[in-house]
């Protein structure tokens, strides 16, 4: 069993991926084992009708079979009238978490509209995501060229809101350690191994975070998806371990929102 | 032990492709087998079946002895079912080294081949600002000496004609050069090659075999930059695990020319590994990406 906090529909805008189709992306997920995916659109980067873009992504996810993929919905807190997107995502589409992209959305942290989302959706029990990169800066189209989410305002976020559950997608490699350390010690944010890198990674990892913070993640089909498979198996990890990472952790962060 | 020579190494290399590793049909070597979980034994993320050579690695520590630094990688590369690793350059890295700086760095890496029991295979790494010193270090080193290619860096874009004394001894002595290549949007270092580069030494050194490491790092740009000069192989390690790399690399180049490396210790094994498993080509592409054509190339 495993649950992928990190996979998005639809189209990359700069290249077509191999398992950019649904049936292909259903696919590989299911031939790699995974159960659940946590799933968002790559409509919700550059798009402005949001509306549409989660209308689709909600449809798209009840095609498939047994919930393997789980609605996350694109909030854009710059955009007109976008509280009633959350609404929609939460009580329309019953999706069970947002997905945000302040890179692409051209907002920074300190946006007051940020802050509010956050408080928004911890109130009404939704898991936060926010991709913290979304293609290596070094390689990005001269014409696109977007950077890294800034998150040096995001531990006191996190901490202004006490039932905040926040999930970091690709932001290993990129957070430096004593940020990683700051957030991790709030009990409340949880990182993904999408972009974590170096022999054994993952046991390095958990030397650093508490086991607890750690989920399996894949930032499929943009990245192959047997990378974040095969990183389970390059450490050398208990059967314990491996269960808190593939799935009890992110199990356990749905089941604390619903308490 | 005694002491590794190349010829050993490579006759290692051919016997092994005469016994058909290269079709995946021979034992894997002793492993310490991984604690995975089901979903890494399933058909899409099965490493046993497969021959793997990784074709790019570094020594990562100043202060850890070279021969501990290799046991542990190579702990680690046995639960990737990794049968052979190529290290090159030492500790600190240095962007535009000293001659003698070079020589240390590799003293560090024979160490670290010697104490690998021949799963290392070793490239010399030079610095071709200093051409005669280069081609001393490298009849030290490869020559005369265990090691079986030539790693080239940051020092001086590659399309520079002080290479070219270099390249022609590479040929002579059935060396590989392998050529860090990155083409960033963010700008690269004074001396750093792009692809384009590679392919420009390459055309001017038919002779010799080149490896465009990283693939050009932008490897959209990068494969298509070595398209049309059929001595550069793509080397598709030390990016992010995109999916679409190898897809392209295979179409535009042919599996004979794209091999596997991880560039570890930075790098996971597992997120280079996953573009060649994880990639829709067929099955024998795969085997030579990850064993074969590497093999063929150090076997000549």
Redesign the interface.
């Known amino acids: 069993m ?1 649950i992928d906090v990190n996979v998005y529909l639809s189209r990359w805008p700069l ?5 950019d189709e649904l049936p292909k992306l259903v696919e ?1 997920l299911q ?4 159960t659940r995916a946590w799933t968002a659109s790559f409509d919700g980067l550059l798009h402005k009708d949001v509306g549409g873009v989660n209308e689709r992504l909600a449809a798209e996810c009840r095609q498939v079979p047994a919930g393997l993929l789980q609605p996350f919905g694109t909030v854009n807190p710059t955009l007109p009238d976008w509280r009633e997107e959350l609404r929609r995502c939460h009580e329309v589409h019953r999706m069970p978490g947002i997905r945000l992209q302040p890179n692409y959305h051209g907002y920074t942290l300190d946006h007051p509209g940020f802050a509010e989302l956050l408080q928004l959706a911890a109130a009404r029990g939704l898991i936060v995501q926010l991709a913290v990169r979304m293609e ?5 189209h ?1 014409l696109l ?1 977007v950077p890294d989410v800034d998150t040096t305002l995001l531990p006191d976020l996190v901490t202004a809101v006490p039932d905040l559950q926040l999930v970091l997608l690709n932001a290993l490699q990129i957070l430096p350690g004593d940020r990683l350390s700051a957030l991790a010690r709030t009990g409340r944010v949880y990182f993904e191994i999408a ?7 993952i046991a390095s990892l958990v030397t650093r975070v508490p086991l607890e913070c750690v989920l399996f993640g894949s930032y ?15 450490s ?4 314990a371990q ?1 269960d808190a990472i ?1 799935f009890e952790n992110a199990r356990r962060i749905g089941t604390q929102l619903r308490q | 032990m005694g002491k590794i020579t190349r010829r050993a190494l490579l006759s290692g290399a051919a016997q092994a492709a005469a016994a058909g590793t290269l079709l995946g049909h021979a034992p894997a070597r002793a492993t310490a087998r991984a604690v995975a979980p089901a979903a890494a034994g399933t058909p899409a993320c099965d490493l046993d079946r497969y021959v793997i050579w990784d074709a790019h690695g570094h020594l990562y520590s100043a202060d850890t002895p070279p021969a501990e630094q290799m046991a542990s990688l190579l702990r680690a590369a046995d639960r990737m079912h990794i049968e052979r690793v190529v290290v090159f350059m030492g500790y600190p890295w240095v962007y535009d080294p000293e001659p003698d700086e070079v020589r240390r760095q590799n003293d560090q890496v024979l160490e670290a081949i010697e104490s690998s029991d021949g799963r290392a295979l070793g490239f010399v790494y030079l610095n071709p600002k200093h051409t005669q010193e280069s081609l001393d270090e490298l009849d030290r080193c490869v020559r005369d000496g265990p090691m079986v290619g030539i790693k080239l860096w940051v020092s001086i874009r590659c399309h520079d004609p002080c290479l070219d004394p270099i390249a022609v001894r590479a040929a002579e002595l059935n060396a590989p050069i392998l050529q860090h290549t990155w083409s960033k949007i963010t700008g690269n270092l004074p001396g750093e090659s792009m692809a384009e580069d590679v392919a420009a030494l390459a055309a001017r050194n038919p002779a010799t075999t080149f490896i465009a490491a990283h693939a050009g790092g932008d490897w959209e740009t990068g494969i298509r930059a070595i398209r049309g000069t059929p001595n550069v192989t793509a080397e598709i390690c030390g990016g992010d695990p995109t999916a679409g790399i190898v897809e392209m690399a295979v179409r535009e180049l042919g599996a004979q020319r794209v091999i596997y490396g991880s560039d570890f210790r930075g790098r996971s094994f597992a997120s280079q590994l996953a573009k060649v498993v994880g990639a829709d080509i067929p099955e024998e592409s795969k085997r030579l990406i990850l064993a074969g054509n590497l093999q063929r190339m150090l076997a000549r």
């Open positions: 495993i290249r077509r991926l191999p398992c590989r031939a790699c084992g995974v290596d800066p070094r390689m990005q001269p060229r972009t974590l890198e170096g022999v054994a990674g499929s089909p943009f990245f192959i998806l047997e990378s974040a498979v095969l990183k389970l198996r390059e050398e990890l208990s059967p491996l593939t």
